[in-house]
């Protein structure tokens, strides 16, 4: 699910190449060594450090399945598709319009061009290492940033409208299993897709999450199976929802004026904190995604 990065959503951040300055040998692999290095020809790890690096780091994370810094790791077999190497399964990806690979939309042609012609050319080793950064809001410390929490048990809170409950919570379970949260009855409202979107990734149940009262730009961007975009405004406790029918799967992602989050998995469920969790979660389902932790807003560039 999102993000950032864990059932959810990769999201990209952007880096620069580090310079290994050892050695000899260019790009191309020629030189004494140069194929065998861990290095990456310092093109390549331009692209690499801002399209791959943010989920294919080490350790992966954002449920990518492999690291992707190092000359052995593109060359290894993909553990999704052993008949590729990771290196050919990322051109594939990354030509790929129905599944693209950053998720968040296609790569420019000249980046590709670069791409596939060192993988066609049998990924010779370079002078450039790419390096592995944290995201700073997915990765936070867990923390209540409002401070406002949500009275456990209690569906209302004096001041508050009933669409503003339970930020954190898994919204359609909550609604289809009362008795599940210690509630004596479900609501009557039916959603397709709901959740909560944070300022950063780890904050608890029943704490109000992102104020989109107060922050009027971050939306969260939803295109359902048939092509049908549109876009749900979170609420002053951060809660969002859709109550029309959405064509599953979707994919989503979080927009605002720095930049966007956008998901690597396209879910079958619009119960999104039920995998968004504080920790991350799968939300049981053993063949979905785990998510990094809650939903959050996107880096500035």
């Not at 000899?24 to 065998?36: H, I, M, Q, V, Y």
């Not at 809001?137 to 209540?144: F, K, M, S, T």
Request: net charge negative; hydrophobic share 35%.
């Amino acid at each position: 699910m999102f993000t950032v990065v864990r059932c959810s959503v990769v999201f990209l951040l952007l880096f620069g190449c580090a310079d290994s300055g050892t050695g000899e040998g260019g790009a191309g692999g020629n030189g004494t060594g140069a194929s065998n290095r861990v290095a990456l020809p310092c093109d390549v790890a331009d692209i690499v450090q801002s399209r791959c690096a943010s989920c294919h780091g080490n350790p992966p994370s954002s449920s990518a399945p492999q690291s992707l810094l190092t000359i052995a790791e593109w060359k290894a077999p993909s553990p999704t598709f052993p008949e590729l190497s990771n290196g050919e399964l990322s051109v594939e990806r990354m030509k790929n319009v129905a599944r693209p690979m950053p998720p968040s939309g296609l790569v420019a042609a000249e980046e590709l061009a670069v791409i596939e012609a060192w993988v066609s050319g049998g990924m010779q080793g370079g002078e450039c290492e790419p390096q592995t950064v944290e995201d700073p809001i997915l990765n936070a410390d867990p923390v209540c940033t409002s401070m406002d929490f949500w009275p456990a048990g209690e569906d209302e809170k004096p001041g508050k409208t009933r669409e503003e409950m339970f930020p954190g919570m898994p919204c359609l379970d909550c609604h289809q299993n009362p008795a599940k949260y210690n509630m004596e009855e479900g609501a009557d409202e039916v959603f397709s897709i709901a959740g909560t979107i944070f300022p950063t990734g780890h904050e608890p149940d029943l704490c109000a999450g992102l104020d989109g009262d107060s922050i009027t730009d971050v939306l969260i961007r939803i295109e359902d199976a048939n092509g049908n975009v549109f876009d749900l405004k979170p609420n002053e406790a951060g809660n969002f929802l859709r109550k029309a029918s959405v064509a599953m799967p979707y994919a989503a992602k979080v927009v605002s004026a720095t930049g966007e989050r956008a998901m690597s998995y396209k879910p079958s469920t619009g119960d999104c904190n039920l995998c968004h969790t504080a920790d991350g979660s799968n939300g049981g389902d053993p063949n979905s995604a785990v998510a990094p932790g809650r939903i959050v807003v996107p880096l500035s560039p």
